[in-house]
């Protein structure tokens, strides 16, 4: 049975939705609640005023990045989204995956997208950002990846510290995810490793963002952490384009400040805000992009940096010709499969349990996701960790709020294709498990295909996304070390679009201690300055 089964009962959910939107929308209307740093929605608000930091994304790397850059200056952090507080499809537990299920143009939480190879995707559009729609694993990425960015691993050390001392959880096994530890067992994937933060080889138990009592904890949450009177967040506004001047006598251009609209559609109106502009240069702060793999290199071609032929089919004004923006986009390929027979009453839950298999290459995950109201289906998917196919990013629209256009080549190189099959008959070992058989109460169970010209048929037909994308902004191409963009000053990104792999088991825990690693680093330079 394919997935795009499930899609279909997404419809069912709508009526669903409508019973929260009076709740979400008056808890949204009182954004500030018991915070205690500053949140507004008010576009006005923010228009003309400075700070020493604007960071542009309140995702999973913005909100750790702004916290820790709000211990010595101000910092306005603006999300295209709402608040996740009192959205009980966020913070509940029992309400994993229904977020995902309901979107619109403009003020869902979740955004979606369709790839150019026609793939439906998702994109957060939340204070929080996917780590506020995610399933919540926790799980650090290897120190050979840490190595490779060429990171101080004491200070990744201590920046994941801090994260897992705010946000992060031991879980209690659920009986579907006991279940899948031992189907993994069974399958071959070894050693059993128990739980562990760490990226290890077998089978193991990862951290969580939900507590003990199902709640969800966000990357917004890291806010707390920070300077709250140094801190502003404006809600439900997108950033349009970022404001360049030129230095002195040269033509190098330097970040001023940033565009921005209101994310809801009601206006085109822009509006501005500023970094504080110090008598002595060197002191000047920066914009930071942090709005994601899709958001950061769209706005930086929106800004008039890219690839010249790009920007020119829209008219927008060159301000640097950066030919990688965009380039080298990722998404890691995933093959899911159903194992039980027909829909169930069970409650949704999120996978915790995860199999890292074949040198690293594969991993494993199982869950039970909504598709309609009372109705769930269990799945047992794999992602392809490293694969070699890569594609690219373009503008199709002027407008930030929309998606840019996107294609990810999915399973395109002959060797992401040949791993597709050896996932394929894992999962089928997976599915075929006795401890899986046991707990859905039937006899042996055979799922997929057996061949390889039959899994390689299955891959092709059934590839979609792990949520997992990443690049448009790499290291050594668009952005230095020090995740500065090259060509221009007072700018740079600091997200996933960045990373040429997806860290670890997957990215949240790495891009919430990027946030933090980096917003250490900027600190410590500023000192020295």
């Known amino acids: 049975m394919e997935l795009s089964q499930i899609k279909r009962g997404y419809k069912l959910l709508t009526a669903f939705f409508f019973l929260f939107a009076?709740?979400?929308?008056?808890?949204a209307a009182e954004p500030q609640g018991s915070r205690l740093w500053y949140m507004t929605s008010d576009v006005k608000e923010i228009a003309?005023?400075?700070?020493?930091?604007?960071?542009?994304?309140g995702g999973t790397t913005g909100c750790p990045l702004a916290a820790t850059l709000s211990q010595r200056f101000s910092v306005l952090l603006i999300e295209r989204g709402r608040s996740p507080y009192g959205n009980p499809l966020i913070v509940d537990k029992n309400y994993?995956?229904?977020?995902?299920?309901?979107?619109?143009?403009?003020t869902s939480v979740a955004q979606s997208f369709t790839s150019e190879d026609g793939v439906s995707n998702i994109r957060g559009r939340v204070l929080g950002g996917s780590s506020a729609i995610n399933g919540g694993i926790y799980s650090r990425a290897r120190v050979d990846f840490v190595r490779k960015a060429g990171w101080d691993e004491e200070v990744v050390r201590d920046a994941y510290k801090w994260v897992e001392s705010k946000i992060v959880f031991q879980p209690e096994l659920t009986p579907w995810q006991a279940t899948t530890e031992?189907?993994?067992?069974?399958?071959?994937?070894?050693?059993?490793?128990?739980?562990?933060?760490?990226?290890?080889?077998?089978?193991?138990?990862?951290?969580?963002?939900?507590?003990?009592?199902?709640?969800?904890?966000?990357s917004a949450d890291l806010l707390e952490a920070g300077n709250p009177k140094r801190i502003t967040v404006l809600l439900d506004a997108t950033v349009k384009s970022i404001i360049f001047h030129n230095t002195g006598n040269s033509n190098r251009s330097r970040a001023h400040g940033i565009r921005f609209m209101q994310s809801n559609g009601s206006s085109y109106e822009t509006?501005?805000?500023?970094?504080?502009?110090?008598?002595?240069?060197?002191?000047?702060?920066?914009?930071?992009?942090?709005?994601?793999?899709?958001?950061?290199?769209?706005?930086?071609?929106?800004?008039?940096?890219?690839?010249?032929?790009?920007?020119?089919?829209?008219?927008?004004?060159?301000?640097?010709?950066?030919?990688?923006?965009?380039?080298?986009m990722q998404d890691n390929p995933c093959i899911a499969i159903l194992v039980?027979?027909?829909?169930?009453?069970?409650?949704?839950?999120?996978?915790?349990?995860?199999?890292?298999?074949d040198d690293f290459k594969i991993i494993v995950e199982g869950g039970i996701i909504p598709i309609s109201l009372n109705k769930t289906r269990?799945?047992?998917?794999?992602?392809?960790?490293?694969?070699?196919?890569?594609?690219?990013?373009?503008?199709?629209?002027?407008?930030?709020?929309?998606?840019?256009?996107?294609?990810?080549?999915?399973?395109?190189?002959?060797?992401?294709?040949?791993?597709?099959?050896?996932?394929?008959?894992?999962?089928?070992?997976?599915?075929?498990?006795?401890s899986i058989a046991f707990f859905l109460g039937m006899e042996h169970q055979n799922k997929l295909m057996s061949t390889g010209d039959e899994l390689r048929k299955f891959?092709?037909?059934?590839?979609?996304?792990?949520?997992?994308?990443?690049?448009?902004?790499?290291?050594?191409?668009?952005?230095?070390?020090?995740?500065?963009?090259?060509?221009?000053?007072?700018?740079?990104?600091?997200?996933?679009?960045?990373?040429?792999?997806?860290?670890?088991?997957?990215p949240m825990a790495t891009l919430l201690m990027l946030g933090r690693y980096q917003g250490i680093k900027i600190l410590r330079e500023r000192e020295t300055v």
Request: glycine content about 10%; overall charge neutral; aromatic content about 8%.
């Open 22 to 27: 009076h709740l979400y929308m008056s808890l």
């Open 48 to 57: 003309g005023k400075s700070y020493d930091y604007i960071v542009v994304g």
């Open 96 to 106: 994993y995956g229904f977020s995902l299920l309901q979107t619109d143009k403009y």
């Open 182 to 218: 031992f189907s993994l067992l069974e399958a071959g994937i070894l050693p059993y490793n128990g739980f562990s933060l760490e990226h290890i080889q077998g089978t193991k138990i990862s951290g969580s963002v939900f507590d003990e009592c199902g709640k969800r904890h966000t």
């Open 271 to 328: 509006h501005e805000a500023y970094l504080k502009q110090p008598k002595d240069s060197s002191s000047w702060g920066d914009v930071i992009l942090a709005a994601g793999a899709l958001g950061s290199p769209q706005i930086l071609l929106l800004s008039g940096i890219g690839p010249q032929n790009n920007l020119q089919n829209f008219n927008i004004p060159l301000v640097l010709h950066l030919k990688d923006v965009g380039k080298g």
């Open 340 to 357: 039980d027979s027909k829909p169930q009453n069970r409650s949704p839950d999120p996978p915790q349990v995860v199999g890292i298999a």
């Open 378 to 434: 269990i799945t047992v998917a794999a992602k392809i960790a490293f694969p070699a196919s890569k594609g690219q990013l373009e503008l199709n629209n002027t407008d930030p709020r929309q998606n840019p256009a996107v294609k990810f080549n999915y399973l395109a190189d002959e060797k992401d294709l040949e791993e597709c099959v050896k996932m394929g008959q894992l999962l089928n070992r997976v599915a075929k498990s006795k």
């Open 459 to 506: 891959c092709r037909k059934n590839v979609r996304t792990y949520y997992h994308y990443h690049g448009g902004c790499a290291v050594g191409s668009v952005v230095d070390k020090d995740y500065r963009v090259y060509g221009v000053d007072g700018l740079r990104v600091i997200d996933g679009s960045t990373f040429s792999e997806s860290p670890g088991t997957n």
